[in-house]
C-alpha cells in the first residue's frame, strides 16, 4: 500500500475540518484536509441561518450570503408569535443572523485553508485508521487510486453526525434515538415570506420534539423544514411526512427545487480526544441542543484544534493528556452545550398548551436581542413555577 | 441482509449511520451500506427520515 506522512490529517472538509485545517497550517504545520464527497459544500445537509458572530470567524464575501434576516418570530401551536427583531442594528450580535449559501460558505472556507498551505484532497474517503497500540498514527484513505496509508502524528476528525472516525479510534460517538433530530427540509419558490425574518414553528402535531422552520432565501424562496426527536419518528410519522403536512397547509402554492435530509445530534459534548485524535464540530456533539446550531461551534472548536495541535508539536507529545487541552480551551462552550441540553430535555415535553401559554406570557414584550438565552430568561421570569427547573439553569 | 434499503427513496442523511448500535452501516457516498454484523434492531428503520429502509422478513 502507498504510504504517506503528514504533520495532520484532517477529515471532513465542513466548517470545522476546514477551519481546524487552515489554523494548524498558519502555525507551519503540514495538513492534509479529506473530504470523501466529489465536491466540497454538496449535498447541503443543513438550513444555512447562523448569527452574525459569523464574522467573528471570517469576512463573508457576498455570494456566500443568501439572506440578511432583521429578527426571528417563534409561533405556539396556536398561532401566537414571539418576535425577536434587531432593533439597534449595528453593533448588537443576533442569533440568526443571515441564511448562508452553505455550498459556496464550505467551498470558501476550504480555499482558505488551501491558500494557507493546506493540501486538499476530495473524493477520498477515510475507511480505516492506523495505530501504534493504543495511539492513532494516522488513516488509510480510499480515492480513485489505490488505497493509501497516510501517517500523522495527529488526526483531526471533522467528519460531520456520523462521527465514524472517532468511534474507530475507541470514542463513544454512537448516539441514541432521543439525542438526535431527524430532519426534512425542502428548498421551495413561489411562496409568501418575508424576506428577511426566519421563522420557528413549536407543535407536538408540527414537529415533536423539535421545530418547523421557514429560512429565506432570496425573493419569495425558503429552507422550509422539519426536525423531530429521532425516538417519536415511526412509519407514517417520519420526518418528511412532517414536513409535507407543514408545507401543504403552509405553502400549498410552493415549488420545491430541492430536497435535503439530514441528522443533528443534540446530545451536548462527548469525550473529544485520545491519544493522537481529537473531534470536532458535529463529529464531537457540539451542536446546540436546543436549537440545533452547529455551524459556528464547529468552527470556534475547529480553530482552537488547530492551535492546540500546534502547540502539542512544540511540546512533541500527542497523548492524550497533551491533547486534553483542547477539551479544555472548549469547556465555556461545552458548559453552554450542557445547559442547552437539560433546557431542552424539558422544552420538548411541553405539551401545545402549555406552550402556548408560555408564548402568550410573552405578549408585548420586545426583544432586541436575538438570543435564545435572553428568551429563557424572559420566559422563566413571567413563569416561574412552570419553569422552576430551568431557572437553575439560566440564573 | 436483514435491513434492506431503497436507493430510490434514501437521502443519504447519515441518520441511520449515527444510531446503529451495532455500528453495521456505511454511508459511502451516496449510498447506504449495511454490513453482516446488522442485530436486526431495527432502529434505523424507525428513526429514517423518509422511510428508506425496511427489515427484510427472511422466513
Ligand atoms: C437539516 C439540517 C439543518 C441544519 N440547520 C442548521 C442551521 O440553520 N444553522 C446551523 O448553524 N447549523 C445547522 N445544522 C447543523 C450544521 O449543518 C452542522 O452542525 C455543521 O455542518 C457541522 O459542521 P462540521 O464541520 O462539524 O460537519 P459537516 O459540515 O457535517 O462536515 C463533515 C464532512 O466530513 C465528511 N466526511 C465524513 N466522513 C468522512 C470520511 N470518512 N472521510 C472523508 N470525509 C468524510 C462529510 O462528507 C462532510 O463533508 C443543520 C443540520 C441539518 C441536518
Request: hydrophobic letters at 40%.
Amino acid at each position: 500500500m502507498r504510504e504517506e506522512r503528514y504533520d495532520v490529517v484532517v477529515v471532513g472538509a465542513g466548517p470545522g475540518g476546514s477551519t481546524a485545517a487552515k489554523v494548524a497550517a498558519e502555525h507551519g504545520l503540514d495538513v492534509l484536509l479529506i473530504e470523501k464527497n466529489q465536491e466540497i459544500g454538496v449535498p447541503v445537509r443543513c438550513a444555512e441561518g447562523v448569527s452574525k458572530r459569523v464574522e467573528n470567524f471570517v469576512s463573508l464575501p457576498k455570494e456566500c450570503i443568501a439572506t440578511e434576516a432583521a429578527g426571528a418570530r417563534i409561533f405556539s401551536p396556536d398561532g401566537t408569535c414571539v418576535e425577536l427583531s434587531e432593533k439597534t442594528a449595528r453593533g448588537k450580535l443576533a442569533e440568526v443572523g443571515y441564511v448562508l449559501e452553505r455550498k459556496l460558505f464550505d467551498k470558501y472556507l476550504a480555499r482558505l485553508a488551501a491558500d494557507s498551505g493546506v493540501e486538499v484532497r476530495v473524493k477520498t474517503q477515510a475507511i480505516s485508521i492506523l495505530k501504534d497500540g493504543s495511539s492513532v498514527k494516522g488513516i488509510v484513505v480510499r480515492d480513485v487510486s489505490d488505497d493509501a496509508k497516510i501517517f500523522a502524528d495527529v488526526v483531526i476528525a471533522a467528519d460531520g453526525v456520523e462521527s465514524k472516525i472517532g468511534r474507530m479510534a475507541g470514542l463513544e460517538t454512537r448516539i441514541k434515538p432521543a439525542d438526535l433530530e431527524v430532519c426534512a427540509q425542502f428548498y421551495m419558490t413561489g411562496i409568501d415570506v418575508e424576506e428577511d425574518f426566519s421563522e420557528f414553528y413549536l407543535g407536538n402535531k408540527i414537529a415533536p420534539g423539535g421545530y418547523a422552520w421557514v429560512f429565506p432565501k432570496g425573493e419569495r424562496s425558503a429552507n422550509v423544514g422539519v426536525g423531530i426527536e429521532a425516538s417519536r419518528s415511526r412509519d407514517g410519522a417520519r420526518a418528511l411526512d412532517y414536513l409535507k403536512a407543514f408545507v401543504r397547509r403552509k405553502f400549498p402554492e410552493g415549488r420545491v427545487l430541492g430536497q435535503v435530509y439530514g441528522a443533528v445530534p443534540v446530545s451536548g459534548p462527548i469525550k473529544s480526544v485520545a491519544d493522537g485524535i481529537i473531534l470536532v464540530g458535529d463529529a464531537a456533539r457540539q451542536t446546540d441542543p436546543l436549537t440545533g446550531g452547529g455551524i459556528l461551534n464547529a468552527m470556534e472548536a475547529g480553530k482552537i484544534a488547530g492551535e492546540v495541535v500546534a502547540e502539542a508539536f512544540e511540546r512533541k507529545d500527542f497523548s492524550e493528556s497533551s491533547l486534553r487541552e483542547y477539551e479544555e480551551r472548549c469547556k465555556e462552550l461545552n458548559e453552554k452545550l450542557t445547559r442547552m441540553y437539560r433546557a431542552r430535555l424539558l422544552v420538548s415535553k411541553f405539551s401545545d398548551k402549555e406552550l402556548n401559554r408560555l408564548a402568550r406570557s410573552l405578549e408585548g414584550v420586545r426583544f432586541e436581542e436575538l438570543n435564545a438565552r435572553e428568551l429563557l430568561r424572559e420566559l422563566i421570569k413571567r413563569n416561574p413555577r412552570l419553569l422552576m427547573s430551568l431557572a437553575k439553569l439560566f440564573p | 441482509m436483514a435491513v434492506r434499503v431503497d436507493r430510490y427513496k434514501c437521502g443519504y442523511c447519515g441518520a441511520c449511520v449515527t444510531v446503529c448500535p451495532a455500528d453495521a452501516i456505511e454511508l459511502v457516498g451516496v449510498c447506504i451500506e449495511i454490513r453482516e454484523n446488522c442485530n436486526e434492531c431495527g432502529v434505523c428503520v424507525n428513526i429514517c427520515p423518509v422511510g428508506a429502509l425496511e427489515l427484510e422478513n427472511k422466513g
